[in-house]
């Protein structure tokens, strides 16, 4: 007997990169719309679904996030690399060589099949520069985007949901409204006159 439910279909979806570039606040950001303001290291496989709607209907990654003990394990079979169907590959792009960390989880991916989509992106985008650095221009080809002030994060799931779909004119919608970045504010004692509107 059917029961009407409709069935998502679910994707694999490993995210690598270096620590602190913003791998975990990237996916909450995702589920619950909050920014993490504090930075915590990923202990162990942590795994969260992520369901997005279509133009197509909705899509569901599965989305497994490492410590960096999980990338380099060598010993038996490592499951965060079975089964993978995608990938996204994330850096910082505020560093001052972003190259360095970012070639050596570039080469964590090869380590699945070939045939596994990949996206790469440059988080942090938000982040002024106090010096030009001319290689951060000819790196790798990616996408920037800023997970603090939500610019371009919906950008690499798009771009995967379009090659699963084999559909190039997908659209994504947000999964849930975006909360803007907690700001801290400075009080200041000022001295204010009587009867003046401030």
Not at 11 to 37: A, D, P, W, Y
Not at 53 to 71: L, N, S, V
Not at 96 to 113: G, I, L, Q, Y
Not at 126 to 141: A, G, H
Request: proline share 6%; net charge positive; with cysteine.
């Amino acid at each position: 007997m059917a029961t009407g439910r409709q069935e998502v279909p679910t994707v694999k979806c490993i995210i690598v990169g270096n620590e602190g570039c913003g791998k975990s606040s990237f996916i909450q950001r995702h589920l619950t719309g909050q920014f993490m303001q504090q930075y915590m290291p990923t202990f162990g496989i942590t795994v969260i679904k992520l369901i997005f709607q279509t133009t197509r209907g909705p899509i569901c990654f599965e989305m497994w996030e490492g410590g960096k003990a999980e990338y380099v394990r060598s010993e038996g079979p490592n499951p965060f690399f079975k089964k993978v169907q995608c990938a996204i590959v994330m850096f910082d792009v505020s560093l001052k060589d972003p190259a360095k960390n970012f070639a050596a989880f570039r080469a964590m991916t090869e380590r699945v099949s070939p045939d596994v989509l990949k996206y790469v992106c440059g988080n942090k985008a938000d982040v002024k520069l106090s010096k030009p650095n001319n290689r951060r221009k000819k790196i790798y080809r990616c996408t920037k985007m800023s997970v603090k002030t939500d610019v371009n994060t919906l950008v690499p799931f798009q771009h995967l949901a379009r090659r699963i779909f084999k559909d190039s004119s997908l659209q994504l919608m947000s999964r849930t409204t975006m909360l803007p970045a907690p700001v801290e504010h400075i009080f200041e004692e000022t001295e204010v006159e009587e009867g003046e509107d401030h």
